[in-house]
């Protein structure tokens, strides 16, 4: 079983952070070094369509959807090539932690 995580550098404190991707092969015993994401799509969610295409989706100053082409090619570690910039039409919010 292959698990995929994206993680912020700066952990709580997020401002001046990168984020980061790592890969488990095998069910999360062992994990790939953690590769640089492009943009640092801070505050965002990982998402995989049917054909296997990893995408991850988030905020810096602009939000950016980035994509490895070669994520679903297993045994290869993942590309990020791809990174497109989104016009959501307004503003990212949030809010403090839920009690």
């Given at each position: 079983m292959a698990l995929d995580t994206a993680f912020n550098t700066s952990g709580i404190n997020c401002s001046g952070g990168g984020?980061?991707?790592q890969?488990?092969?095998n069910g999360g015993v062992?994990?790939?070094?953690?590769?640089?994401?492009?943009h640092g799509p801070v505050y965002g969610t990982l998402d995989v369509d049917?054909?296997?295409?990893?995408?991850?989706?988030g905020e810096g100053s602009t939000f950016y959807c980035v994509r490895p082409s070669n994520a679903q090619i297993g045994g290869q570690?993942?590309?990020?090539?791809r990174s497109t910039p989104v016009n959501m039409?307004?503003?990212?919010?949030?809010?403090?932690?839920?009690?």
């Open positions: 984020v980061e991707f890969r488990s092969t062992t994990w790939q070094n953690p590769i640089v994401v492009p049917t054909n296997g295409n990893l995408f991850i989706g570690t993942p590309t990020f090539d039409g307004g503003f990212i919010g949030s809010g403090g932690i839920n009690p």
